[in-house]
T-cell receptor, first 110, second 122 residues
């Protein structure tokens, strides 16, 4: 079966760094996506990893270890607007769908 | 920047009524998807569509659901006889490619989501 785990909630302070972890068990792994979702809005694409290592994009970075079934999203220089849910989603070979985790709700405090 | 659009943003309907949710995918994309998210729960795949036919559907996508690309720009989801448990946010998404693997190692392409339609069934 397919399973994706993320922490339910995290809190952090403006200007700080936060790491949101995601572990997955899937057969036929074909890439991992991170999306940001503000309350009542659509998921917005943040990053994609298919090979092991770190992908950096401005204040956001995403890491993947395929052997460990593990990814993290790193958010630096946190801003109040970063308060949102962060969704980990896995793509699997020979399917069209993305399989989503339940999301991690991040609250950034001043 | 091109984006996926959806109408209406909110839809309220009575149980047993038919609803049609509409989406305009990004213009050069070839693959279209519907997902739903029940309040407080995870985003769930419903169906994917390519070359004018369903390419994959989940167990949620039963005979009450159908999809159509009536013209060159719109992509619709119809629920024939709505149930209370159909109340959810419905997201349309599109991508240039699909995530099917090949011996050549094709990789998944990014799916871009529309703003969603909040469906409330009373």
């Amino acid at each position: 079966g397919q399973n994706i785990d993320q922490p339910t909630e995290m809190t952090a302070t403006e200007g700080a760094i936060v790491q949101i972890n995601c572990t997955y068990q899937t057969s036929g792994f074909n890439g991992l996506f991170w999306y940001q979702q503000h309350a009542g809005e659509a998921p917005t694409f943040l990053s994609y990893n298919v090979l092991d290592g770190l992908e950096e994009k401005g204040r956001f970075s995403s890491f993947l270890s395929r052997s460990k079934g593990y990814s993290y999203l790193l958010l630096k220089e946190l801003q109040m607007k970063d308060s949102a849910s962060y969704l980990c989603a896995v793509s699997v070979y020979n399917t069209d769908k993305l399989i989503f985790g339940t999301g991690t709700r991040l609250q950034v405090f001043p | 920047e091109p984006e996926v659009t959806q109408t209406p943003s909110h839809q309220v309907t009575q149980m047993g009524q038919e609803v049609i949710l509409r989406c305009v995918p990004i213009s050069n994309h070839l693959y279209f998807y519907w997902y739903r998210q029940i309040l407080g729960q995870k985003v769930e795949f419903l169906v994917s569509f390519y070359n004018n036919e369903i390419s994959e559907k989940s167990e949620i996508f039963d005979d009450q659901f159908s999809v159509e690309r009536p013209d060159g720009s719109n992509f619709t989801l119809k629920i024939r006889s709505t149930k209370l448990e159909d109340s959810a946010m419905y997201f349309c998404a599109s991508s240039e490619l699909v995530g099917r693997g090949t011996s050549g190692g094709a990789v998944a392409d990014t799916q871009y989501f529309g703003p969603g339609t909040r469906l409330t069934v009373l």
